[in-house]
């Protein structure tokens, strides 16, 4: 760490890459206090490291703006747990899992598809509407409504490669913007369905098995298990910078694979490889600590770097392109997705949870579907595993292509 005077006879501190993972842990666990401390963000499922991040970045923010100081981070770190939250998520994309979902899962699939890629259409559309960059309107689409801070950290400085200046802040903003929206949206309209159209309170029953393995895990797993889960977590981060690598020696004009999207594929690939030869006993506890930690950290650091003066000229833009998906989400869910569902409780439960998911995460969508059965009192064990599975697994399937699709031809 150390402090320089630029040519404007300003101080900039610049942060190593171990201060700043530091840093990243102290605003991590700063973040996790203030949200058990204020019940609003708890409610809204704020997540931590977007508390603690956004704190930073306005503080830098602040410092620029009043010319005391200039803040430099070295985010080397970023990468490598953004790898491992992501390859974790592949370990997630069984398709045992999606066959045994049947035809409700194929539903909510479908739906979930057609969303990410009319997000991107209403994005471009919108960005063009206002005369920003269209690829702007897919930052504040696809990347971050479908995918949510974690898509939008990743996706961010890609469309910065291409030349898209701001991109990262607008997608991180439009994410926060959209989990809160999500909160709000998913528990009202599973109630508005089911009053309006006088659903009968009841549930079939559940129908849909999934394990992960036939004897679930107990007790403390060993350093062994840990290292074989962390070894080959390494080995597929590994590979997917060598095809991201790849890629990129073919020069394609306007076109970057994030590094993330060969690791979770070469993860989707040996999961289900995995299911049939059984080549390593897979521990979800190992992989679900992996995951959390990869994504908090890396989270933290990408929103603590956000640019947010870049937003200002943007802001305007940003809330329009967000209100108009939130509309469009709302009419489909409740035109639509209930319908085709099957116009009961469990119907209504799930199109509640893809209301909450449409601009928020999978979380959201767990949280508005927990309301709604609460007050009902009673829960639809088919919309808890249909919902998280189809909006936090199995919608990359088509999001992540359409989303590459879509910077390609604009950028």
């Known amino acids: ?24 842990s102290v605003l991590l666990l700063l973040g996790y206090a203030i949200r058990d401390r204020v019940k609003f963000l708890e409610k809204m499922c704020i997540p931590a490291p977007v508390i603690g991040g956004f704190l930073c970045s306005i503080l830098v923010w602040i410092l620029r703006a009043t010319d005391l100081m200039q803040v430099s981070f070295d985010t080397t770190f970023q990468t490598p747990f953004m790898l491992a939250f992501f390859t974790c998520v592949g370990f997630s994309g069984s398709f045992k899992m999606l066959k045994t979902g049947g035809r409700l899962l194929i539903v909510f699939l479908i739906a979930c598809w057609g969303l990410a890629m009319a997000q991107g259409a209403i994005g471009v559309g919108m960005a063009y509407l206002f005369g920003i960059h269209p690829v702007l309107g897919v930052m504040a689409g696809p990347v971050s409504m479908v995918g949510g801070h974690g898509n939008a950290a990743a996706w961010g400085p890609v469309a910065e490669g291409v030349g898209v200046h701001g991109a990262t802040a607008v997608a991180v903003a439009a994410a926060t913007l959209g989990l809160v929206l999500g909160n709000l949206t998913g528990g009202p309209v599973g109630d508005f369905i089911i009053r309006k159209n006088k659903v009968e309170i009841k549930t079939d029953e559940i129908k849909i098995e999934v394990k992960e393995d036939a004897s679930e895990p107990t007790g403390m797993f060993s350093l062994k298990s840990f290292m074989s889960h962390f070894s080959i977590i390494l080995v597929f981060m590994f590979g997917g910078l060598w095809i991201a690598d790849l890629i990129d020696l073919l020069d394609i004009t306007n076109f970057s694979l994030p590094h993330y999207v060969g690791a979770m594929f070469l993860a989707i690939v040996f999961r289900n490889i995995n299911d049939k030869k059984e080549l390593l006993k897979l521990d979800p506890r190992i992989i679900n600590l992996i995951m959390e930690v990869g994504l908090s950290i890396f989270l933290t650091m990408a929103i603590m770097n956000l640019r947010m003066w870049e937003l200002i000229d943007l802001a305007v833009p940003l809330l329009a392109i967000v209100a108009v998906q939130w509309i469009f989400l709302i009419l489909v869910a409740i035109f639509i997705l209930f319908r085709a569902m099957g116009k009961n409780y469990d119907s209504a439960v799930m199109t509640g949870g893809y209301a909450g998911w449409g601009t928020g995460i999978a979380a959201t969508a767990v949280v508005c579907m927990g309301a709604i059965c609460e007050k009902y009192n009673l829960r639809s064990p088919k919309a808890f595993m249909i919902v998280p599975l189809g909006g936090a697994v199995f919608v990359d399937i088509v999001a992540i292509p359409t989303i590459i699709f879509l910077i390609t031809t604009f950028a």
Do not use: F, T
């Open 1 to 24: 760490m150390n402090i320089a005077i630029n040519e404007a006879g300003i101080r900039v501190l610049s942060i190593n890459m171990v201060g700043v993972a530091a840093l990243a």
